[in-house]
């Protein structure tokens, strides 16, 4: 049975070693090198101090079946009521419906967070990723073409977008919770 818990330092190495898979393999990341361990940590690090980061194991053995986490839209504080989410998972994995609870259970946590939206930028030519992205309920917002060029090839880029809540004109939002979920050792 999948288990879906916080990050933690010890799961570094099998997060890297998915993700660098789509580095070196697909479209689904415009990186195009390959990390090291200690690169990925220190995102991973970096992101811990505001945003989830949850990974799905097998439960049996806790291997690292994928991983999802939020991060931010944008850099200016006015974005701060909305999120990125991204999941990555083992690509032997993929179709039983593990992203569909990473992305359950960052959708919770947004919610109770206090965001308002959650956004996912995804490659053009990933129909994989656009039809669940459909069926976790998200809006295609815009499509932009050949914005990024991997593999000898110009890629669009598409954006999703998933409405936690609605603003209330002339409310003033309740600030973000703080993240409380510490990155464990």
């Not at 799905?56 to 053995?61: E, V």
């Amino acid at each position: 049975m999948p288990v879906i818990r916080p990050i933690r330092r010890s799961d570094i190495a099998e997060c890297v070693t998915i993700y660098n898979r789509y580095i070196t393999e697909t479209t689904s990341t415009f990186e195009i090198e390959p990390l090291t361990a200690e690169a990925f940590d220190a995102r991973v690090s970096g992101l811990c101090r505001q945003y989830p980061f949850l990974v799905c194991t097998d439960g049996a053995c806790g291997r690292v079946l994928g991983y999802a986490y939020l991060s931010p839209y944008g850099e200016r504080a006015a974005y701060r009521f909305t999120c990125d989410v991204s999941v990555y998972l083992d690509m032997e994995e993929r179709g039983r419906g593990l992203g569909r609870m990473l992305y359950q259970a960052l959708e919770a946590e947004a919610v109770r967070r206090g965001f308002y939206s959650m956004v996912a930028i995804v490659t053009g030519e990933n129909a994989a990723s656009m039809e669940f992205h459909a069926r976790m309920g998200f809006s295609r917002m815009a499509e932009f073409p050949e914005m990024g060029y991997k593999f000898g090839r110009w890629l669009s880029v598409c954006y999703y977008r998933k409405r936690l809540r609605t603003p209330i004109p002339g409310e003033i939002p309740i600030e973000l919770l703080p993240q409380d979920i510490p990155y464990l050792s």
